[in-house]
C-alpha cells in the first residue's frame, strides 16, 4: 500500500513571496491533516478535513495561510505572503475515518523562509 | 487547554541498556494515547495507541503502558536502529479529536 506522498520536499523562498505544498493521502482515507512541526517541536495540527469539508481550523493563521482539498482526495497548503516563522516542516497526514485511528504521515517538506 | 509533557528531553543510552521515556498529560478525559518515532528528516512513524489505564502493548523491544496521568515507554536492549525521537500525542473524546503532541525525546543509543 502506497504512503502518503507529498511534494516539494524542499522549498527555500524569501519573505513576502508565496508558496504551495500538494498532498497525496492514502487511497481511501476519509481524513487528511496538516501540522506544522517547527525545529525541536512536536507537530502542531493547522487543519484538518474530513472528505471535502474542514473539520478544525482553528489554528490555522487564516490571513495567510489557506488550504483545499477537492474531491476529497488530494490537498494542496498555501501560504501567502510568507514569513520567516513560516520556516518549518509541513506534514501532512491521513487516517481511515476521523477520532481514534492512528494518523500516517508523509514526509513533509521542508520549507525555509529567507 | 490539553497539555503533553515529554521526558527527558534527550537520551543517550549505550547498546543493551535498557530504559523508559516518560509522557504525562493534562486531558479531560482521552480517547486515546499514541507513540510514534520520528527519524532525521522523515515524518512520524505510528507506533502504539493506547485507550485505558492499565493498557500495555509491545513490539519487538518497545513497550508502552498508560495510567491515568502519563505514559512510558520502555526500551528494553536497546540497539543503535532504535536511535530517534520518540513523540507522544493525546486525543481528547470530544469533538474531532485532534492531536495534541508533546515535543518528542530524542534517543541516542551508541554501539
Not at chain 1, 474531491?71 to 476521523?98: H, M, N, R, W
Request: aromatic share 10%; proline share 7%.
Amino acid at each position: 500500500e502506497a504512503g502518503v506522498a507529498q511534494s516539494p520536499r524542499y522549498k527555500i523562498i524569501e519573505k513576502r513571496q508565496s508558496v504551495a505544498f500538494w498532498c497525496n493521502p492514502i487511497s481511501g482515507h476519509a481524513t487528511l491533516y496538516w501540522y506544522q512541526q517547527i525545529l525541536g517541536q512536536g507537530p502542531k495540527l493547522l487543519i484538518q478535513f474530513q472528505n471535502n469539508g474542514v473539520v478544525d481550523d482553528s489554528q490555522l493563521p487564516k490571513d495567510r495561510f489557506s488550504a483545499e482539498r477537492l474531491k476529497g482526495v488530494d490537498s494542496t497548503l498555501k501560504i501567502q505572503p510568507a514569513k520567516l516563522e513560516d520556516s518549518a516542516v509541513y506534514l501532512c497526514a491521513s487516517s481511515p475515518f476521523t477520532g481514534g485511528y492512528e494518523q500516517y504521515f508523509g514526509p513533509g517538506t521542508r520549507l525555509t523562509v529567507t | 487547554e490539553d497539555q503533553v509533557t515529554q521526558s527527558p528531553e534527550a537520551l543517550r543510552l549505550q547498546e543493551g541498556e535498557s530504559s523508559s521515556l516518560n509522557c504525562s498529560y493534562t486531558v479531560s478525559g482521552l480517547r486515546g494515547l499514541f507513540w510514534y518515532r520520528q527519524d532525521p528528516g522523515k515524518g512520524p512513524e505510528f507506533l502504539f495507541t493506547l485507550y485505558s489505564a492499565g493498557e500495555e502493548k509491545e513490539k519487538e523491544r518497545l513497550k508502552a503502558t498508560l495510567t491515568k496521568k502519563e505514559s512510558f515507554l520502555h526500551i528494553t536492549a536497546p540497539k543503535p536502529e532504535d536511535s530517534a525521537t520518540y513523540l507522544c500525542a493525546v486525543q481528547p473524546p470530544s469533538g474531532y479529536s485532534t492531536l495534541t503532541f508533546g515535543k518528542g525525546t530524542m534517543l541516542l543509543v551508541s554501539p
